[in-house]
């Protein structure tokens, strides 16, 4: 009999310590809800493939979720590289940021970490998995690009598509490549498995094919209109939106590494509406953002067992970035940005 009230005892002891444990980890998600509540709006700085529709359908789900009527802003962008240069300068003049929370690739969000120009929170709080929180708290990765280089199926035949990244110096390519102001893709390569000296000489012997340069979407437009055939490298946001799939556009998919940016989303520094800001996103990494995500800009996390992007890299050689990582890519990519011509980088 004593051990029967001696389990019962500790089992009611174990129960209200797991109650605790509940309503501690709920506590945080509570109050960010009513203090984003309060704030009431969002600037949603997001790529241009997530469209007006996917941004909306992401704020609807978010504010069902809650039971809030945030009421969101959304800024596509135009060129990463640059907004990002605009905050960093807007920063050093004391202006507030125009956005509350950016959806950029991990190398732009890299270059506000190494500034200190996030806003931290502790996402783990909002029940973020801990390997998804990057830069310090500055920042959630929840979808993963990938990236290859591309070329246009009806004038190049997949017999005749790059088999290699060194396939590119290919001497046939000479004045029908392109070349994107993504320029964080190959120093991805840089800081990771080829080293810095080997794709510095990379990058310089790709200027020799009389590049065509541009920003992504540019060098989308371009290789779907047949202005050049191939792209030294595109990310699967241009390829996979809903309004290009059945174009003629596909990655040289036997090439290797695979390079797999991840979309982060963060709070910048003087942020006006911070709390919106990290409560959507930590919304960004669960299942219902996830879907309508893939829905219109067409990525998922590589982080997330059972997700498209996490069945799509396994058994291949992907190169990730890492924190330790983002000094080296920034300054690479503004280095590979001037040896290709780009201005402002």
Sequence with gaps: MKEVKFFLGALTISMTLFGSAL???AAPVDELVAAAKKEGTVEFYAPSTLTPQGAQALTAALNQKYGLNIKMQYSPSGNMTRDIGKLVGLAA???PPEWDLMVVTDAHHATLWLRKLHQTFDYRSLGVDSKAIQYDNGA??????????AYNKQLVSAKDAPKSWD???NPKWKGKMGVSSATHHLARLAAGPWGEEKT???VNALTKQELILGRLGEIYNRLLLGEIVVAASLSDSEIKTEKNKGAPVVHAEGVTPLIAPAYHAGVPKNALHPKVGHLFAAFLTTPEAQKIWEKYAGQSSALIPGTSAYKYVQGKKVVYM????SEAVDRLSREYGKIFGFSGL
């Design 23 to 25: 309503s501690a980890s």
């Design 93 to 95: 003049s004391a202006v």
């Design 140 to 149: 959630v990765s929840f979808a993963n690009q990938f990236v290859l280089p």
């Design 167 to 169: 396939d590119l110096l």
């Design 200 to 202: 510095t000489q990379f």
């Design 322 to 325: 890492s924190q330790e990582q």
